[in-house]
Structures are given as structure tokens and as C-alpha cells.
């Protein structure tokens, strides 16, 4: 017997554009409190989403046979600024040999490589904060993570590199909203937003294609531990790829990193702290985690703080193939949206979920069914122990070198910055004072 589509609101395709433009929040709840686990939400242009918000559905899609499962076409868009071979918008087999070319760089043991540097990061930006007046975070998280990936991530430590790239990267991955990610008809290209962007684009590859070159011609790149290096020397020496990735791929795979993992780790911490702030004892308890080193508190943190707070709202999932999921019939060419925000916030899942409790992590790993902040299955975020590793570092130096004042103002609502969901005022904070070196000298 044929079922049927899943439910959705009854409105024009571009009124549901509006409503989810002007409040993507609200209008994805109502819809879920009013349809259930399952709805559709139509959208011009981009066609049919459809909602799912219940862990089996989801694990069955994340865990699915990924050539029905598209991820890299549901984030096609994305192409006009990461490029056409990122390893966001491609799928099948080129996704899995670039996967695995890229894999290693990001295993725990490359990680823990990084952590001086982070902590050396840390200690520069914390440096430049002022005592006693409020500030928002956010900006400084973006600037810190911004550096944290181009020391480690590609490599960069000379001063007037680093100032260059500094200054033309993030004008490249700004995208003001998802409209401008509209592929516009050819004969537009060359015009307004869309030509300023292939400009911004074409100054920073540039200069990531000069380090790409200063990378292959480096006699020290065998003790190099960033993942450009990696990637360089894996390319050349892994049998199976045949050939060491090119030039065009690699920069595509450096925009990549920088545009997946700078500014999300950035709205991460700047979460974890606005949801401290508002929790004295918490944010107590957790100074003296970072003092005593008790990385379990930090880890129970960063976790909780990903839950009540997940920096992107839904994954995406284009289907090849027609499917039947919760007893509904999903045509291909649909993009199925596993919603990490529901499931999340249920308490299906989580008793009052609500409220910020890190305990519920302490000494135990999350379910993978009910916390999906990084995704799932053969897509799951490539950082994902990058960024909980550097959220740990960052979180812990901080609270070594100044003590936070807590805060009675109310929650930052949840604001969407394109794919991720930042705090509005920018995650407030005022530093009470700094700490004595003395103290940092006994915890590290
Ligand atoms: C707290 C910080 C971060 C969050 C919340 C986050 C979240 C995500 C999510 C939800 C996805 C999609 C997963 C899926 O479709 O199943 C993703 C993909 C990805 N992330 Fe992250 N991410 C973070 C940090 C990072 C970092 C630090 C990097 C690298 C330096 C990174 C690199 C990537 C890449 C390359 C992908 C695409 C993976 C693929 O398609 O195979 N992310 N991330």
C-alpha cells in the first residue's frame, strides 16, 4: 500500500521560506509540536525539507547506505565558497578517498599534538582582554579559533603570513545570509554580491596556494605536525590514492577546515561560557576543575554546553532514492534534515532539558543517539575531537587567567548566523581580575 507524504504546515512554498527566515526557531517547533517527528517544510528554490526528529529515524538516515544518503549535495550551495571539490559537497567515492586522506590529521593523537599551541593561543588573546568592563566574547572566540587553525591547522608561524591571511580569510568566509548562497544564473556572476565574493575568494586562495607551495618545498615538512603537512605527505605516500592530492583540492580542503571549523568551535565556546556566567556555582566549580586539572568537569561541560546549545540545529541529507521512513513515503530529491535541536531539547531524552546540568555528563560518554552535535555516520564532523579538544584547552586557560564575574542578565537568545546558532548579544562577559602567574604555574 502506498503511504503517504509526511505532514506540513498547508502554506506557500515562499511564505515558509519567510517564516523560517525570519525565525527558523520558532516556526521549526511549532511545526514539530503541531506534526510530530516527521514534517515537511517546502522551501522555493531548495524544494522539500522534511524534519526528523526522532534518534531511530535519524541513526537510520546518518548510518544509511551513503549513496542514498547525499550530504555533499544537500550542501551544494556551499560550493560558491569552499569550492567544488571540499569534502562538504562531495559524495560517494571521491568523498571517501578525500575522507581518508584527511582522517589522520584529525585523530586523537595529532590533536594532542596542537595543545601547546593552543594554550600559547589562549594565554595571547586572554592577555588582550580589559578587567572590569563588559565585553562581548564571541569576537574574541573567532579571532582566537581563527589563529588556532592557522598555526595548526595549516601551519603558518611566520608574523606577516599570518597578518596577510589574518585579514583576507574571514572576509572570504563571511556569507551574510543564506540567500546570497542562491546559485545565481551565469550571466549574474559578474556582478554586485556575487563578484565581490569571487573576489574576496580569489585574494584568499592565493594566498593559501602559497602555502600549499611553501609546504611541498619545505625541508623540515617530515617534522611538520599541522594537517597541511599531513595531507601533503599523505597524499604523496598512500599507495591506494595513487596520486598526492592536487593543488585545486587541497586549497578547496584548507577553505574547508577554515569555513567547518572556525567559526562553529568559536560559537561553542562562546555558548559554554553564557551558560556559565549564568550559573555561579557552575562557573565556580569549573574554575576549580581547571586549577585541580579534573578533565572530566571540563569534558561534562563542553558536553552539556553542545546539548543545550548545539552550534548548528540539523544536518543535512539529500535522498537518490525514493525511501519509506516512519511510515511515510519520501520521494527522491528530497533533503532530509536531521533535527540535532529537537532531540536534544526532548525530554524523551533528556529530564528537564532545559536547564544547563553538566553533571548529567560526568564520567560517561554521550549516548551517540541522543547527542549529535557533530553529526553522524560517515559524515560525522571531521574535528569533532579537534574541537572537543580545543574547547577543553580553551575553557581550562581561560579560567586559569581570570576570574569571570557571574551574571544576572538574562539568557542570550539563540541567533541564526547563516548554518550556526550564535548567542545574540555576543555572549557578554566581565572580567573580574586576573589571576596571579602563580597560580597558573601550580595547575600546569
Ligand atoms: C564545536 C565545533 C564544531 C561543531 C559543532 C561541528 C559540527 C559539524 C556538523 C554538525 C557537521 C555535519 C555532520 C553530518 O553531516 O553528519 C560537521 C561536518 C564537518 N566538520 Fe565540523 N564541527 C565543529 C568543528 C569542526 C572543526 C574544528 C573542524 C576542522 C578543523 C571541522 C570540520 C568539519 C568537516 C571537514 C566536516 C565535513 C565532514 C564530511 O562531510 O565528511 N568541524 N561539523
Redesign the pocket.
Known amino acids: 500500500m502506498a503511504s503517504a507524504p509526511p505532514p506540513g504546515p498547508p502554506l506557500p512554498a515562499a511564505i515558509q521560506a519567510g517564516l523560517i527566515w525570519l525565525d527558523p526557531i520558532r516556526f521549526v517547533d511549532t511545526c514539530h509540536r503541531r506534526y510530530g517527528d516527521v514534517f515537511a517544510i517546502r522551501i522555493p528554490v531548495i524544494g522539500t525539507l522534511v524534519f526528523l526528529a526522532n534518534p531511530e529515524h535519524i541513526r537510520m538516515v546518518?548510518r544509511g547506505d551513503p549513496a542514498i544518503f547525499h550530504?555533499?549535495e544537500a550542501?551544494a550551495p556551499l560550493a560558491q565558497v569552499v569550492g567544488r571539490h571540499s569534502?562538504?559537497v562531495?559524495d560517494d567515492d571521491k568523498?571517501r578517498r578525500s575522507?581518508s586522506l584527511?582522517l589522520p590529521a584529525?585523530h586523537g593523537d595529532a590533536v594532542r599534538r596542537q595543545i601547546a599551541e593552543m594554550i600559547a593561543i589562549t594565554a595571547e588573546e586572554v592577555a588582550r582582554w580589559p578587567v572590569g568592563e563588559p565585553f562581548p566574547l564571541y569576537p574574541r572566540m573567532q579571532r582566537l579559533?581563527l589563529e588556532v587553525?592557522l598555526r595548526t591547522?595549516i601551519g603558518v608561524h611566520d608574523r606577516h603570513r599570518l597578518a596577510a591571511l589574518r585579514a583576507a580569510l574571514p572576509p572570504m568566509m563571511e556569507i551574510g545570509s543564506p540567500v546570497e548562497l542562491i546559485p545565481p544564473p551565469e550571466a549574474l556572476l559578474r556582478f554586485g554580491m556575487w563578484r565581490r565574493r569571487a573576489q574576496r575568494r580569489a585574494a584568499a586562495v592565493e594566498l593559501l596556494n602559497d602555502e600549499i607551495h611553501r609546504c611541498r618545498a619545505d625541508p623540515q615538512l617530515e617534522q611538520r605536525t599541522d594537517?597541511l603537512a599531513m595531507l601533503v605527505r599523505s597524499g604523496s605516500s598512500t599507495a591506494s590514492a595513487g596520486e598526492p592530492m592536487p593543488d585545486d583540492e587541497l586549497v578547496d580542503?584548507l577553505v574547508?577546515?577554515?569555513l567547518?571549523?572556525?567559526d562553529?568551535?568559536a560559537?561553542?565556546l562562546s555558548w559554554a561560557f553564557e551558560r556559565l556566567t549564568r550559573h555561579p556555582e557552575l562557573l565556580a566549580r569549573t574554575a576549580h576543575a581547571a586549577a585541580d586539572g579534573d578533565e572530566a568537569w571540563l569534558d561534562a561541560v563542553c558536553r552539556e554546553s553542545?546539548r543545550i546549545r548545539?552550534?548548528?540545529f540539523e544536518?543535512?541529507?539529500k535522498l537518490t532514492a525514493d525511501l519509506q521512513l516512519g511510515g511515510y513515503h519520501l520521494p527522491a530529491g528530497v533533503i532530509l534534515a536531521?533535527s540535532?535541536n529537537l532531540v536534544q531539547h526532548s525530554s524523551r531524552y533528556y529530564p528537564d532539558p532545559d536547564s544547563f546540568q553538566p553533571q548529567r555528563f560526568l564520567g560517561q560518554r554521550p549516548d551517540p543517539a541522543v547527542w549529535?552535535?557533530?553529526?553522524?555516520?560517515?559524515?560525522?564532523?571531521?574535528?569533532?575531537t579537534?574541537?572537543?579538544v580545543?574547547?577543553r584547552t580553551v575553557l581550562r586557560e581561560i579560567l586559569l587567567r581570570v576570574e569571570l564575574a557571574a551574571t544576572t542578565a538574562p539568557d542570550e537568545p539563540v541567533r541564526a548566523r547563516h548554518v550556526t546558532m550564535v548567542p545574540r548579544q555576543g555572549a557578554v562577559v566581565t572580567v573580574r581580575r586576573r589571576i596571579a602567574a602563580a597560580r597558573l604555574a601550580t595547575a600546569s
Not at 552535535?373 to 560517515?378: A, C, D, E, R, Y
Open positions: 546518518a550530504a555533499g550542501a569534502l562538504l562531495i568523498h575522507r584527511m584529525f579559533t587553525i591547522v594537517a580542503q574547508t577546515l577554515l567547518a571549523g572556525h562553529t568551535t560559537t561553542a553542545l548545539p552550534v548548528v544536518f543535512g541529507r536531521p540535532i549529535l552535535p557533530f553529526g553522524g555516520g560517515v559524515r560525522r564532523c571531521l574535528g569533532a579537534f574541537a572537543q580545543e574547547m
